[in-house]
């Protein structure tokens, strides 16, 4: 893997993460939302073992102890899941962590917990999910990456392709993003020209 993927596909199963694996991505995150932790369990297992095979990072959300029990190299907390999680546990297994920002207090208790990266949305609006935050808009990517220094920042939150080269411009060293990828009507072409536009490995 390179230093930092700038192209960063977060999807909701284990199937998808094998579809994108031979696309060339480098890092991928599995988020799961409202299923027994069992059904998590299984799909975090099988989607270590591809990302493991192809030397892609695994980033799971929220589970945190699933996601050490399964060996994954990532985990990503919002901040209620930041409240409740062992970090002591976590660095201490050698996951890295990752954490989601939307204003200065929470990225003040992020930084308090030395994050791997720092994830900044939304910043555009987006259909995915009911956000209680308006969107950040790219000239917060400026001021986030001022604060957090040499540690990756992330932006997430209606971005595209098409939007992609602004959020770089902005700051952010990666994108993430869900629809872009997930619902567009040609998945695994998009992804070419993500890993395309990102230079990210073929």
């Known amino acids: 893997m390179s230093a930092w993927p700038r192209f960063y596909p977060i999807v909701d199963s284990a199937d998808w ?6 696309l060339g991505v480098e890092l991928v ?7 027994p932790p069992q059904v998590v369990r299984l799909e975090v297992r099988a989607a270590r073992a591809i990302c493991r095979s192809r030397q892609i990072q695994l980033v799971v959300n929220d589970h945190w102890q699933i996601a050490l029990d399964e060996g994954a190299d990532f985990i990503h907390l919002g901040q209620q899941d ?3 999680a062992d970090l ?5 297994r050698g996951a890295k ?4 920002t939307h204003d200065r207090a929470e990225l003040d208790n992020a930084l308090a917990h030395t994050p791997d990266y720092v994830a900044l949305g939304p910043i ?8 209680p935050w308006a969107p950040q808009g790219l000239p917060r990517l400026d001021v986030w990456k001022r604060l957090v220094g040499n540690r ?11 939007r992609a080269a602004g959020c770089f411009e902005a700051g952010a060293d990666c994108v993430a993003m869900v629809s872009d990828v997930t619902r567009h009507p040609d ?3 998009r992804v070419a020209n993500w890993i395309a536009a990102t230079g990210a490995r073929a």
């Open 29 to 35: 995150q599995l988020r799961i939302k409202e299923r």
């Open 124 to 131: 555009y609006p987006t259909t995915l999910k009911q956000m």
């Open 187 to 189: 998945p695994s072409a």
């Open 88 to 92: 002591k546990a976590i660095r201490a």
């Open 152 to 162: 990756p920042l992330v932006a997430i939150g209606g971005i595209t392709l098409e």
């Open 82 to 84: 930041l409240a409740s």
């Open 17 to 22: 993460v094998h579809r994108l694996a031979p």
């Open 97 to 100: 962590l990752g954490i989601s």
